[in-house]
């Protein structure tokens, strides 16, 4: 506890250091212009019809907005192309809509699938923090073509797998586009006697590359980020109706063990504005996208993201210590340990509740789900998570968590934990974030010397000229959490990253570069007495992303590593416990998606302990239109000490058919040398509404040890799901 208390010193002394820097004159800035001041937005009495058609006063008493500000690559530039915002609402719906006039001929447009990447499109949408705290908000976006795009921002994370139900109609003209939005207030949590809400416009161009907003808070912080919203105001007498949702569904499955229908439900209640309960029964989650299969090259298990939309839904609540899908180890609390277990796999869900939401000024999440018992599915086991959030002032939030449960039903798996986060600007405009935590988990009585806690600090400069990253990790030998994520115990861990970022105004560069940075980064693992386990340093001494938006960087790495236990990382190939020092070298090309057939390429040279590695990977993408998308890539492999080889590969093969907004059929195949494996997901998908989904889906997966022509079935899974959404 002593390294705790001094934790906390060092956080109140960097608080106070922050205080008296905001309290000095501080000079205006050029950017202060485009920050926005307080807004009201009007009530309208008739609602619009969202079909993305501009008719004529239908938008008369909403609020225009035209004053919008290139914000990349030049920070204050003119917008390309003029735009024209009306914003408004109603006692059911949030309203926005848009122009953008442009030639027909410059929309980048080729994406028809709902649920489809649209990052490289063109695109115009909203960020909308209902509780304008500048730290967490809702995101929507529209592309020409309709294809909607929503997720959560939390902080510096966005969290896209996020979904909620909500309309969006476009139409394009020869001068452009339009496009209506209507976000439903049943989709929302947010306090009604709050005074202002938090809102940013954006509008993207993909060719050429161009972000354009209404409000610009900070030019150094992501225009995505709940920081950058303006107030607005004038918003009340909103009404969320029963605040009902029910969501039944309907499936058949036929497996390699049984054919069956199965029947579920998902339902909402809000009880509050701003807090919302919700009960899944026979929870299915048969449709799901599958995950993408990386190489794994470590010792460690790997770690995917959340992707079932019962666990999605207000998920940024259980975020803990500032951790998150990039930095995971030691995480209390990973949704995915429910509905799945070590011995039995795939486990039924058969049900769980969740409450999630504000009150006053705490976040509050209670979830807890009744499934299978793993090892003994004629038995059940109950896994439950608690997390408080309270936000004291505008800077700080005290935390904490509890779970319970485990897959097994084995004893002694409760976690608490708590933590603290301050975040605030330095100068007036450099963003500090700063997090630290404590958690342990409960032993049994006749281990009281058990290492059984995680604690740690991190400092967080997420700016875009000069970024920094540092952060402590302690994880104990027998820190284990049942319902966390950990692959790496016995574990003092240092990190400490930066970047250094040019976005060139004029000249050459100007007119040629996007951007030119530098980058560094260092890891230094040891065990919990001290002992050194390994270090990294990395070394990027360019980056370059071009006015076509190619990218290219070249990094080099240098290695040391300490094997306590032998590493048998192939078959034919074992690195013997000891010391080892090795170097790489890494060169990364990738073209701007804006053409029809685009690539991604990496070469990587150099040592894999003391083995010689060559590693060459290649992605092809095609995009003729927006009703075809093709992506196959193949990554390689190369090993090779005292004249034994071993080679590994990853192929992977992605078909997306878009046959017109409402019908799509996408596909994955994936082909696994490491793990001899290969997998096949296709889903025809028919989503006529939001509220409206039906899908046949096919999910196989195969063991190739014994080569391709004798491969065993590991699962199978054909599945047809019918899902509707009711509200009241």
Partial sequence: MNKLNALSLALCTLYTTCSAAQQTSEPIRPWQQFTQSDTAIPRLATAPNIDGELAPDEWNNARVITEFVEFRPTVGGTPRYPITAYVAYDEHFFYVAAKITQPANTIVDRVLTQGERIWNEDYFGLILDTNHDKSDGYLFHVTPSGVREDGLVNGTEYIAEWKTLWYAKTQQQQDGWTVEIAIPMQSLSFDPDAKNWGLQLRHKLSSPYVQSYWNLNNPNSAGWHASQTAPISGLGELDQGLGVEVKPGLAYKDTLDESSFEPSLD???????????????????????????????????????????????????????????????????????????????????????????????????????????????????????????????????????????????????????????????????????????????????????????????????????????????????????????????????????????????????????????????????????????????????????????????????????????????????????????????????ESASDRPVFVSGRVVKGDFFDADLERLSLTINTRPNKHLYVQLGRHMYYYERAGEKSNMYNTRLKVNIAFNSEWSWNSLFQHNTQSDSFSLFSRLRYEPAPDELYQLSINKGYDLEDGWHDKQARFSETAVKLNYTYRW
Wanted: hydrophobic share 30%; proline share 3%; net charge negative.
């Fill in 267 to 589: 339902a909402t209640y809000r009880f509050t504005p701003s807090l919302t309960g919700q009960l899944t029964l026979n929870t299915d989650f048969s449709g799901t996208d599958v995950d993408e299969i990386e190489m794994n090259m470590t010792r460690f298990g790997q770690y995917y993201s959340e992707k079932r939309d019962f666990f999605l839904q207000d998920s940024q609540i259980f975020r803990f210590g500032g951790m998150d899908d990039d930095d995971y180890n030691g995480m209390p609390f990973y949704s995915r340990r429910i509905g799945q277990g070590p011995q039995s796999g795939v486990l039924d869900v058969n049900w769980g509740t969740k409450l999630t939401g504000r009150v006053g000024n705490t976040d509050l999440g209670i979830l807890s789900v009744n499934q299978e018992q793993d090892g003994n599915s004629d038995e059940t086991t109950q896994l439950s998570v608690a997390r408080a959030k309270q936000h004291i002032g505008e800077r700080h939030q005290l935390g904490a968590i509890l779970t319970h449960g485990s897959a097994d039903d084995s004893a002694s798996h409760a976690l608490t934990g708590v933590d603290y986060r301050f975040d605030d600007l330095l100068f007036g405009e450099e963003q500090l974030i700063a997090n630290a935590f404590y958690q342990s988990i409960d032993v049994p009585d006749d281990t009281p010397d058990s290492d059984s806690k995680s604690y740690g600090l991190a400092l967080l400069l997420p700016n875009d000229k000069f970024y920094l990253n540092a952060k402590y990790r302690y994880i104990g030998k027998d820190f284990n959490p049942a319902l966390g994520f950990v692959n790496r115990t016995d574990l003092k861990y240092y990190h400490l990253t930066s970047h250094y970022r040019v976005r060139p105004q004029t000249g050459w560069l100007g007119d040629n570069l996007n951007l030119y940075q530098v980058r560094a980064y260092y890891k230094r693992w040891e065990s919990t007495e001290g002992e050194k386990k390994g270090q990294q340093l990395f070394l990027q001494p360019l980056v370059i992303q071009t006015r076509s938006n190619d990218y290219f960087h070249i990094s080099y790495e240098m290695h040391e590593k300490v094997l306590k236990d032998p590493f048998k990382f192939r078959d034919n190939i074992q690195f013997a416990t000891g010391e080892y020092d090795y170097n790489q070298w890494n060169l990364y090309y």
